[in-house]
């Protein structure tokens, strides 16, 4: 196993050098699956399932079984946080061993298949850092956990080769742990199954009833133990699915690949350039993470030499099922119409007669996701084309091999840059851990980075980015979107009945209702609730910025808390703008000290004004407060304002230390 962690180490060299700070995804569905860890611990630690959440379209809930959960990462991470290892961390050690597990598990079945340690080892490599596989860890974790695909299938060999009671619970178990990462993998790995169950079957057709008597009891014994432990899920998945109609589905049309696939590099290979005559014209040009699916030209190499030196061998039968099984799953990953270079040719594919006989198919959307198959079965055949080559060069000279081998493979599977994605928390978000339960409206526009957001604020939200998810339900979240975009506030946290209300700076209107009082506020997002709410202003302690201070009527003028806290002792100036671009903060005039009890305003152009006074000096906290008197507030005009902090280099006036981005604040408020 260190062979492939080091090797994962430099795949994806230097994303790991942020391991406690960034999570080893993108920042797609990236957050997404840090939420499900999270979620999946919150559901243990409360004792509830998790399998259902009301945090997610509150107060109605949703169901998770139809969604892309992999609990068992979030199992896993349970006892990891529990002893102190950070949520990100958590979330990076589980994608680390997958891959790392996954070549240990190609290992065990390949060893068991071929016999070639050093085979097997390459086998290991040929599927954990395969296209699919790497293309996948930019954001798909369900699709990273592949670990548990090739052992489930070690355990079944060796349950079909020598059958016993122990190994079948073992080989249940195990399909289990794959029903915990990911449907597709858990359907992948009952047809291979099936597959192998079946050629064994003719392998053996001369004693069949030998064969039977002597297997039927561990087989009964694991069919049982597998329906006991799998039965449950895969009724409840196939009860959602059908019950109502959800969103998210995929459409198979979009989704297969192209008959030369398996030769040709994608989008997503470092030299993506030399194949663009392809890729171009192929589905990966929109969705190059499903497209990720060439075996490349080692492993073609080392599979065909092993086709050719056991066509007449002992190991002929064993050879032909691996090529029957990645040739099968091949042919369903061309999904319901046929192409060659992107031209389509017929449509009349394996995977469309399929969908037409099994209707269940069409839940799943993604033929290109069976190429897993087919690599998994070009990986042992590969096994046992370097074990045959060995041979011929003598094992002390296979190095003479090795070496070029793995140099032509890293070449084939060398991928774009492992993305990484820093989740930070704005201070807000994070005060709102703090108060008390109520549905937060205001994040359906940030999908993904909303769940990560409750991770840390805890509180329920009104929609939630699901990969399955009731159709009433998203209808409703993106009903409560389309209020947010214009600013219908009233109508949204009545919709939404929502107790806070988070409105994003940038992108949202200003909040104008009487009905809606600020509470917090911070760089990206203002913080409201109801009028009626006892909750009072709350001041964020350490985050820098401008704030506004509840200090009684407007009519007596404002006050501003002014916090830099690493430019204690420095000078600083406020400006003031109807307009948040460059142009409205640009300073002009001279300034005017009117009075020595705090700041004042003065105005030196019709959209802008610069508070400046005596007292202009951050304290030893970093610290200050700024009175903006009523009479500069123009009381005839809007009160609303964007202001800016400008503070300078020790006590002077030419050298800017820094400058904040301007915050709106409503001084009517």
């Known amino acids: 196993m260190a062979v492939y962690l080091v ?3 430099l795949y994806t060299y230097p994303a790991t050098h942020t391991f406690s700070t960034h999570i080893l995804a993108d920042g797609g569905d990236g957050p997404q699956n840090l939420w499900n860890n999270w979620w999946v611990r919150f559901a243990v630690a409360n004792g509830q399932s998790p399998w259902w959440t009301d945090f997610l379209h509150h107060p109605y809930g949703t169901s998770l079984v139809t969604a892309t959960l992999n609990p068992f990462n979030g199992f896993c991470t349970v006892p990891l946080c529990a002893l102190g290892v950070g949520q990100v961390a958590a979330f990076n050690v589980m994608v680390v061993a997958s891959f790392v597990l996954t070549g240990w598990g190609m290992f065990l079945l390949a060893r068991e298949l071929t016999g070639s340690y050093w085979g097997s080892v390459l086998a290991g490599a040929v599927l954990t850092f395969s296209p699919f596989h790497l293309a996948h860890a930019f954001g798909h974790m369900q699709l990273v956990s592949l670990e548990w695909l090739p052992v489930f299938l070690f355990c079944w060999v060796r349950l079909l080769r020598r059958p016993t009671h122990p190994r079948a619970l073992a080989a249940a178990a195990v399909l289990l742990l794959v029903l915990l990462c990911d449907y597709y ?45 799998c039965g449950p899920l895969c009724v409840a998945l196939l009860l959602q699915l059908t019950s109502e109609p959800h969103t998210g589905e995929h459409d198979a049309k979009f989704f297969g690949l192209d008959l030369l696939a398996p030769l040709i590099p994608g989008r997503m290979w470092r030299f993506a350039s030399w194949t663009e005559f392809f890729w171009a014209r192929e589905g990966s040009k929109n969705f190059p993470l499903e497209f990720a699916s060439h075996l490349g030209l080692s492993v073609i190499l080392l599979a065909g030499y092993a086709v050719v030196r056991s066509w007449r061998g002992a190991d002929r039968a064993d050879t032909v099922r691996w090529l029957w099984i990645g040739g099968l799953f091949f042919s369903l990953s061309l999904g319901v119409e046929l192409r ?21 198919m069409r839940y799943s ?5 069976m190429s897993i198959i087919t690599t998994l079965a070009a990986a042992v055949l590969a096994a046992r084309g370097f074990a045959f080559a060995a ?64 991770t840390v604020m805890r509180q329920p939200i009104p929609s939630g980015y699901v990969a399955r998810v009731p159709v009433q339900l998203e209808h409703r979240a993106m009903a409560l979107a389309d209020m947010a975009r214009r600013g219908e506030y009233d109508q949204l946290v009545e919709k939404a009945k929502a107790d806070y209300l988070l409105r994003e700076v940038k992108k949202m209107p200003p909040v104008r209702s009487p009905a809606l009082r600020r509470i917090a506020a911070d760089h990206l997002f203002e913080l409201f609730v109801r009028e009626e709410n006892p909750l009072g202003e709350l001041l964020l302690p350490g985050l ?17 808390l002014i916090r830099s806290k690493p430019d204690a002792g420095c000078r600083f100036v406020v400006w003031l703008s109807r307009s948040d671009s460059a142009e409205g903060f640009m300073f002009q005039g001279h300034r005017i000290p009117l009075r020595n009890d705090g700041f004042v305003a003065a105005s030196f152009k019709p959209n802008s004004v610069a508070l400046q006074g005596n ?28 202001v800016c902090l400008s503070v300078f280099d020790g006590t002077r006036m030419d050298r800017t230390r820094r400058v904040y981005p301007p915050v709106q604040i409503d001084f009517s408020r």
């Open 340 to 360: 060659v270079l992107g031209t389509p040719i017929t449509g009349l594919t394996p995977y469309a007669a399929l969908e037409r006989l099994l209707p269940v």
């Open 185 to 229: 993998y858990t359907m992948y790995a009952v047809v291979t199954g099936a597959l192998l169950f079946g050629f064994e079957l003719l392998a053996h057709r001369a004693t069949l009833r030998r064969y039977l008597v002597e297997r039927v009891r561990p087989l009964v014994t694991f069919t049982v133990s597998s329906l006991v432990l």
């Open 7 to 9: 090797a994962y180490y």
């Open 544 to 560: 820098p910025g401008v704030f506004l201070v509840r200090n009684g009527e407007s009519s007596s003028g404002r006050t501003l």
């Open 391 to 454: 041979q011929r060069l003598r094992h002390r000279y296979a190095w003479l091999l090795a070496v070029p081998l793995v140099a032509l493979f890293v070449f084939d599977t060398l991928m774009w840059e492992q993305p990484t994605f820093r989740p930070e928390i704005p201070p807000v978000i994070e005060k709102l851990a703090d108060l008390p339960r109520g549905c937060v409206v205001g994040l359906e526009q940030h999908k993904s980075r909303a769940l990560y957001m409750q």
């Open 615 to 642: 007292w202009g000096v951050l304290d030893d906290r970093g610290e200050a407060t700024v009175r903006v008197a009523a009479h500069a507030l123009r009381p005839d005009e809007s009160r609303l304002f964007w």
């Open 365 to 369: 959307g993604m033929p290109s996701r």
